[in-house]
Each structure stands twice: as structure tokens, then as C-alpha cells.
């Protein structure tokens, strides 16, 4: 079998993951509702500049061999540009469109992170606390602390590497996972390095940190999200599912992690792998909202926005780091997310107020590169030539 080489950058019971028994949490204090316009009133693009867009994603899209992108940018005084291109279904042939809803794979830890946060500002979590004040069983689990597992620095081993794993989720992607079933994936092996020592992007980090949400608030956290995060942002559109539900209209998503290594209609596969670092979705206008929210800190406290942007080196991201559940780039703070079968981008430029969305119905690499990268690059050459979109290539 061939190995899963993202999964995200994506059985026996975990007995030994005993959460504290819940007691009635505090009320937590409403956030403030995210101001979301209700008529998109932005100008189009410059003719010749959307023009010179249309030609540059297109080049990509064929060079890649993606079949369907979807690529929306606002930008404050200069316009705004959505455009679709490809197609996002191979047998019937019918085009991308820019409504449709979208798996938004890693985006999904930009909202895990925002409810944690939340939890923060309430008073009912310290980002220094130890997992093990909330949750029993994690390896080192007395040392390692909710910002460590946050930033990506807690050493904990991804259950996505796991073989058994990969197995269990190639042989059967409809299967449904539970939470627990994924950290006994990790938790069999040692951790990676000492808690703080390194970086590298682990999506058991944020399984436990949709536990801790859990735990703390006492609410399934998809109900929480839904609550704190993305009902006062007024994403109308964006969830996190129960299963393998997938809203119409959609793209039907393709992609070559498989069991063969055969590229495969991947639609329908169960993200419940993915839980809280990988499994929800949304579509292009809540995720131009998002990146806002999500990089200007509108429903956390500004020290707490402060704490989460304090992003840590990434080795071999020049020019980059990674915080509280969001990265930066070359000046673009926000979160990319793949999957099998889709991928994203959802980034904010501070500097310029501006907004940039990518969704992809594929997410099989090109030239080592994720083909979401390859988009935004050529896009951000255009538009930003000071601020170019760029993440490492495969090694």
C-alpha cells in the first residue's frame, strides 16, 4: 500500500483515555457577533488585471492537472475578482461554480483553535495549563501544555502516519472513526521529541484539543462551534459533520491517496478521520468572512489574538510560522487545508485588508507541490508581488 503522505498537511478502544469526570462548566459570555455584510457591493477587478488572473490560473489548473479551482480575491479600493474554472465532475462534465459547498480539510483547525481560544478568554482554560489537567492518558501528557498542542510543539506522533492506520482507513475510507480510535493510533508509539523542543505538524494535536473543548464545556463540539465560532460569524454554511454528509451542490473530489495509488472519485469518503483537525465544511463566502475573523481576532480578546499570533519558526518555511490553530506567509496570515479529493486556501493579508480563497477539487500533488499552493502563488504574483503566497515543496 502506498503510503498516505499528508492526510492533512491528512478498532481496539483507548481505555486509557479517561477524561476527568465533567462538572457544569461556568457560562461563558457571548463573543461578539462578526459585523458580515449582507450585499457584496465590491467592484470587479481592473478588466486587464482579471484578464491576466483568468490566464494565470488557468495555465496552473492545466499544468497540474487540476479539474476544477474556484479562486475568489477582495481587495479593499482595487475590487474584488471570483472566478471558477475546470470541471467538477469528470463523468458529466459539469463546470466549478463558485456556490458550491467545499470539505475544507486543515481550514478545520483555524475553528478548533478560535473554540479553545474562547475557552481561554472565559477563564476556564490557561494555554500554559498541562494537557493532563483535562485529559488523562497522553504520553508525557504532565509536560506537554494546550499552547504546545496548539503550535504544533507537543512532540505527540500523528496518528495519520500510523500504518495500521493508513490500513484501516484505505481498506474502508467510508468506515467512521471515533476520536478515541484515532489517539490509540499515536498514543502506541513514542513521542517524536521532548514537549517544545521542535516543530512538526501532528493532527493528534488538535483530536485532543477537540476533546479538551469537549471536556471543558461540557457540549459536542460541533455544537460548540456552531455556538461561539461560527454563529456569531454568521458562516451559515459552515460545519462540522456528523459523518459523510456533504451538502449540494458540491465538486465531486479526486485524488490518488488510495489504497493502489490509483486516482479515484474520493467524494463520499467519511472525514470523521479528520474530526477536529480536518473534517469540516464551508464555501467561498464564509471563508472570505473567515479569513477575516480569523487573522483581525474579532471574537477572541486582543491579548488573547496577541498570544495566538506569537508564531514559532517552522524549519524550512522561509519567511513563516505557525501559532494558535493559523499560519503566516510572506505576510498572508491564515490556514491552507487538504484532503483527499480537496484542497484550500484561506488567507488574509493585514497589511492590504485583502482576501484570498482557493478551494480545488483535487489535492494530488504536482512538481512536489500542492496544487492549492501552485494557485495561489501564480495568483499572488499578480496581486501582491510584495507578499507571494509560498509553502516548501514535498520532500
Not at 270 to 284: E, K, R
Amino acid at each position: 500500500m502506498r503510503p498516505a503522505r499528508r492526510l492533512f498537511p491528512a478498532l481496539l478502544a483507548l481505555s486509557t483515555l479517561t477524561p476527568l469526570a465533567l462538572t457544569t462548566p461556568p457560562a461563558l459570555a457571548a463573543p461578539p457577533a462578526a459585523v458580515r455584510p449582507s450585499v457584496d457591493t465590491e467592484h470587479g477587478l481592473d478588466p486587464a488585471l482579471a484578464a491576466q488572473l483568468d490566464q494565470a490560473i488557468e495555465k496552473v489548473r492545466q499544468g497540474a492537472g487540476i479539474p476544477g479551482v474556484t479562486v475568489g480575491l477582495w481587495l479593499p479600493g482595487r475590487g474584488a475578482y471570483v472566478h471558477s474554472a475546470g470541471i467538477a465532475d469528470k463523468v458529466t462534465g459539469a463546470p466549478m461554480r463558485s456556490d458550491f459547498n467545499q470539505r475544507i480539510g486543515s481550514v478545520t483547525k483555524t475553528f478548533t483553535a478560535t473554540a479553545v481560544l474562547e475557552l481561554v478568554d472565559g477563564g476556564l482554560v490557561g494555554l500554559d495549563d498541562p494537557i493532563c489537567d483535562y485529559i488523562d492518558g497522553v504520553p508525557d501528557g504532565e509536560h506537554i501544555t494546550i499552547r504546545q498542542i496548539a503550535e504544533m510543539r507537543s512532540g505527540l506522533y500523528s496518528y495519520t502516519f500510523d500504518p495500521d492506520f493508513q490500513q484501516a482507513l484505505f481498506t474502508d475510507p467510508t468506515r467512521p472513526f471515533t476520536p478515541q480510535e484515532l489517539l490509540a493510533y499515536a498514543f502506541k508509539h513514542d513521542n517524536v521529541f521532548a514537549p517544545g523542543a521542535n516543530f512538526q505538524y501532528s493532527n493528534t494535536n488538535y483530536v485532543l484539543l477537540g476533546l479538551l473543548v469537549e471536556k471543558v464545556s461540557g457540549k459536542p463540539l460541533a455544537d460548540f462551534i456552531r455556538e461561539r465560532v461560527t454563529g456569531p460569524s454568521h458562516l451559515d454554511r459552515t460545519f462540522l459533520p456528523a459523518g459523510a454528509e456533504f451538502p449540494d451542490p458540491h465538486a465531486r473530489g479526486y485524488s490518488n491517496q488510495t489504497l493502489t495509488g490509483a486516482v479515484e472519485d474520493v467524494t463520499d469518503w467519511n472525514p470523521s478521520w479528520g474530526w477536529a483537525a480536518g473534517a469540516m465544511i464551508s464555501d467561498l463566502q464564509d471563508l472570505r468572512h473567515w479569513a477575516r475573523i480569523l487573522a483581525t481576532g474579532t471574537l477572541l480578546s486582543p491579548e488573547t489574538q496577541k498570544q495566538r499570533e506569537n508564531f514559532v519558526p517552522v524549519p524550512g518555511f522561509p519567511d513563516a510560522g505557525y501559532g494558535l490553530g493559523l499560519f503566516t506567509t510572506h505576510g498572508w496570515v491564515g490556514h491552507n487545508g487538504s484532503l483527499p479529493g480537496y484542497e484550500d486556501v484561506v488567507m488574509y493579508l493585514p497589511e492590504q485588508h485583502a482576501t484570498m480563497v482557493v478551494m480545488l477539487n483535487t489535492d494530488i500533488v504536482a512538481q512536489g507541490e500542492e496544487p492549492s499552493t501552485l494557485i495561489a502563488r501564480a495568483v499572488t504574483q499578480i496581486v501582491t508581488p510584495g507578499n507571494v503566497y509560498d509553502l516548501p515543496k514535498e520532500k
